[in-house]
T-cell receptor, first 115, second 109 residues
Framework: DTEVTQTPKHLVMGMTNKKSLKCEQH?????MYWYKQKAKKPPELMFV???????INESVPSRFSPECPNSSLLNLHLHALQPEDSALYLC??????????????FGPGTRLTVL | LAKTTQPISMDSYEGQEVNITCSHN???????ITWYQQFPSQGPRFIIQ???TKVTNEVASLFIPADRKSSTLSLPRVSLSDTAVYYC??????????FGTGTRLQVFP
């Protein structure tokens, strides 16, 4: 299984809602990533988990809260978002500790709309 | 983290070879050069990676000069399905990659 899955595909939420995005991989990868991508812009790294521990947090607002319950799952909890947070949220994974191979496996993304 | 510069867009016709050049003047000794492809509303997909000289796989070739300050992704005989955004990234490991602005390739019939 060489796939990263993300649910839901689409999400519409109000600014007072609490929702979660889910990402799953069964490739045995120990590094997992969250990216945010606005229309016609490159993906922006938000968080990196390494061996289920948060290793990189790119100064993301606290209304985004990541969680890695186990080595296969990655969640992104959303609370009190703003309309400008509307974007495609991408999850990716890669084998940990590889310094000579830069392949990340990306999921299809969750299209988030904040009203 | 090394910054990359690519052309914003390129046009081509089916059957032609397309070369996309990326500039990375401050590439570090341990950095690899990696290219990704992204279709609209999909996650990026790994295409090819290299360190120096030339690398070829079933979909593309990557040319890297001796000074490694630039690289060229070559797509042979493109088709309509190659219309996408192509990103050049440099870094020593997957968690040290930053996406640049990318090159939007449009292939015409």
């Amino acid at each position: 299984d060489t796939e990263v899955t993300q649910t839901p595909k689409h999400l519409v939420m109000g600014m007072t809602n609490k929702k979660s995005l889910k990402c799953e991989q069964h490739m045995g990868h120990r590094a997992m990533y969250w990216y945010k991508q606005k229309a016609k812009k490159p993906p922006e790294l938000m968080f990196v988990y390494s061996y289920e521990k948060l290793s990189i947090n790119e100064s993301v607002p606290s209304r985004f809260s990541p969680e890695c319950p186990n080595s296969s799952l990655l969640n992104l909890h959303l609370h009190a978002l703003q309309p400008e947070d509307s974007a495609l949220y991408l999850c990716a994974s890669s084998p940990q500790g590889q310094k000579d191979y830069n392949e990340q496996f990306f999921g299809p993304g969750t299209r988030l709309t904040v009203l | 983290l090394a910054k990359t510069t690519q052309p914003i867009s390129m046009d081509s016709y089916e059957g032609q070879e397309v070369n996309i050049t990326c500039s990375h003047n401050n590439i570090a000794t341990n950095d690899y050069i990696t290219w990704y492809q992204q279709f609209p509303s999909q996650g990026p997909r790994f295409i090819i990676q290299g360190y120096k000289t030339k690398v070829t796989n079933e979909v593309a070739s990557l040319f890297i000069p001796a000074d490694r300050k630039s690289s060229t992704l070559s797509l042979p005989r493109v088709s309509l399905s190659d219309t996408a955004v192509y990103y050049c990234l440099v870094g020593e490991s997957p968690d040290k990659l930053i996406f640049g602005t990318g090159t939007r390739l449009q292939v015409f019939p």
